[in-house]
């Protein structure tokens, strides 16, 4: 009487755990497809990177065009090379600013080239006018801007960083001391001039990527393309740096003309960004952290593509998405300097405890 009972309770054991055994082999198996997908990111950040920058691009020059493709291309376009710059010049200078430093919270903008700038602006609206600095010729002012920048730069480095004193830290302290006192005269002669070149200084004071001179981005271009040049020629020599200044140095490197050739181009790079949209403190921070965290390594002939492609993401998808879908009801500039100081503070704060 028992016996027969026995296999169909076995059959119907197997038909109710058959469904079971089949949902855990297909969770299994999702689990182990989105491990894949993930190792595949993991192993391949260039590429996701670069495939993303397509996507933000096509979607910059596309969305809401409306059929004017011959208006909103050639404008889109000229926009959209100058965002792709500015994202280079800006992190790849901060990323060899911290390969120099051996210090990943530090940014170029110590050595006062931001506050340099905003000087510069307020020097030329008290004494030219409100009106005359609007109708000064950009390519002219352009150009004085990354002259006196650069100068004051290599000046900076010359006494600072000459064959009697190679002290690096002192360089971004003076630098550091610099930037407090462009700034205080900067805030001086604010107090001068009347409210409305006030208004026209303060404009000028933050980076304003929606509204880049179609002018300037040939000039850019080409010192972004000859910066590059000189960048990847050092990328090994960058990798040596990274050990230190007494290793680099028993290893061959000739650590006073390479860390004077970095901080040039740095200073070009730097001075260029800040001449063509504005002054940025935070962002090289942002993307290098960024890089840094979705790098596989330290090499830097990867960590340099890669930093250009993070910080090109930033700038067009960000300007896609206040211009596009926000109808510009905020300023990038505002948001890019809040998640860069956020950054700022959460590197600082797992340095200390570490």
Not at 16 to 35: E, F, K, R, V
Not at 276 to 295: E, S, Y
């Amino acid at each position: 009487m028992l016996s027969p009972s026995r296999p169909s309770s076995t059959k119907s054991d197997s038909t109710h755990t058959s469904p079971a055994i089949n949902d855990q082999y297909s969770s299994a198996t999702g689990q182990s497809h989105l491990t894949q997908f993930w190792a595949f990111i993991a192993n391949h950040p260039k590429s996701i990177a670069a495939v993303i920058l397509l996507v933000s691009m096509t979607l910059f020059l596309t969305l809401n065009v409306n059929g004017h493709w011959d208006f909103a291309l050639p404008l889109r376009g000229k926009k959209l090379l100058a965002l792709m710059v500015v994202g280079y010049a800006i992190g790849v200078s901060t990323l060899l600013f911290q390969t120099l430093t051996h210090n990943p919270i530090l940014t170029p903008s110590l050595l006062g080239f931001d506050s340099l700038y905003v000087l510069l602006q307020s020097l030329l609206v008290f004494f030219l006018g409100a009106i005359s600095f609007t109708s000064i010729n950009p390519i002219a002012k352009f150009t004085l801007e990354i002259v006196l920048m650069f100068g004051a730069s290599l000046l900076l480095f010359q006494l600072l960083f000459s064959k009697s004193s190679q002290d690096l830290t002192r360089l971004i302290l003076v630098g550091v001391i610099f930037g407090v006192l462009f700034r205080s005269l900067s805030a001086l002669i604010a107090r001068l001039i009347n409210p409305d070149d006030f208004v026209v200084v303060q404009s000028a004071s933050y980076a304003q990527f929606n509204t880049v001179n179609p002018q300037l981005l040939g000039i850019s271009l080409f010192i972004c393309l000859i910066s590059g040049w000189f960048i990847w020629r050092w990328r090994y020599q960058c990798d040596v740096l990274m050990l230190g200044k007494a290793q680099a140095t028993n290893l061959g490197i000739n650590y006073q003309r390479l860390a004077f050739g970095l901080l040039t181009v740095i200073a070009v790079l730097v001075a260029t960004a800040t001449a063509l949209v504005g002054p940025v403190t935070f962002f090289g921070l942002l993307v290098c952290a960024l890089t840094n965290r979705i790098a596989r390594h330290m090499y830097h002939s990867e960590r340099l593509i890669l930093v250009s492609l993070v910080a090109m993401i930033c700038l067009v998808l960000g300007q896609t998405v206040f211009e596009q879908v926000l109808g510009m009801a905020g300023v990038l500039s505002v948001v890019i300097e809040l998640a860069g100081g956020i950054v700022f503070l959460l590197l600082i704060f797992m340095t200390q405890r570490h």
